[in-house]
């Protein structure tokens, strides 16, 4: 777990910088029972869902599009954030490089029950 007491500043943009595999989310940070997380992001991610979570998406650079089956896809830009409803099946696309910021409960799995060559355990995100 992370210390919040000990815990230094954390510049996002300076922690995405630091990131070398896309859709390889890393924890900077914990707020309560939520976890932040930078990760950069291209290509098509995976279908899934979280059943029991939610989870938010903060766009520091680039664009985002976030695919549902049920639903329009929403867009984001630099700045912009999007809840995904816990249970909601959906799909992260970015055309270009796009570096993000995650916050999620620490018992949202990468991609919800699915195991997929994009999945990374809490432990990998935590390294």
Not at 115 to 122: C, E, G, Q
Request: proline share 6%; net charge negative; hydrophobic share 40%.
């Amino acid at each position: 777990m992370i210390n919040p007491t000990t815990m230094p500043a954390v510049d996002l943009l300076v922690a995405c910088e630091s990131v070398t595999e896309h859709w390889s989310p890393k924890v900077v940070a914990q707020v309560n029972d939520q976890y932040v997380k930078v990760a950069k992001l291209l290509g098509n991610f995976t279908w899934h869902s979280h059943a029991a979570e939610d989870e938010l998406f903060y766009v520091l650079r680039g664009r985002l599009r976030i695919e549902y089956q049920d639903r329009p896809a929403v867009e984001l830009t630099a700045g912009s954030i999007h809840v995904v409803p816990r249970g909601v099946l959906h799909n992260p696309v970015a055309e270009d490089e796009c570096w993000i910021v995650l916050i999620e409960p620490v018992t949202t799995k990468h991609t919800g029950e699915l195991d997929t060559p994009f999945t990374k355990s809490i432990e990998q995100q935590l390294a």
